[in-house]
């Protein structure tokens, strides 16, 4: 507690104040995960682009694919449980990308299939990253 002029109140940390002068909590955990799990899922996208396309031969490094997906399913987990303790907006329209990753590994590696439901989570990650940056 501090005492300012025989008031006792309890100590808050200063939040930055906008161009409006608006009060808001900085947000920088939620943004920071929200555009780490972005970047791995469009760098997971372009590597499966171009293995499809055939610009890269993956059969022995099969492994690069799996790991970017273990990435970018972890650091979306991450994203959507710290934006959501924090109540950020991000996170809920990022929550929806779960399913299909969740999906993905099962699936199977049918081009068609695998493209449809990894391409399913995309709008999400597009929102996200969208109210992630977006300012008040």
Excluded: C, E, K
């Excluded at 199977?108 to 940056?133: C, D, M, T, Y």
Aim: cysteine-free.
């Amino acid at each position: 507690m501090r005492r300012r002029a025989g008031v006792t109140t309890q100590w808050r940390p200063r939040r930055r104040r906008t161009s409006l002068g608006r009060n808001r909590r900085p947000r920088s955990l939620t943004r920071a995960l929200v555009t780490a799990a972005s970047v791995g899922y469009a760098a997971n996208v372009a590597f499966g682009t171009a293995v499809a396309s055939g610009a890269i031969d993956n059969r022995r490094i099969r492994w690069v694919h799996h790991a970017l997906f273990v990435a970018t399913a972890t650091l979306t987990a991450l994203a959507i449980t710290a934006g959501a303790i924090a109540r950020r907006p991000a996170a809920f329209a990022l929550a929806p990308s779960a399913a299909p990753l969740a999906a993905l590994p099962f699936v199977g590696g049918s081009l068609r299939r695998h493209a449809l439901v990894g391409g399913a989570a995309a709008p999400a990650f597009a929102a996200a990253l969208v109210l992630a940056w977006r300012r008040y």
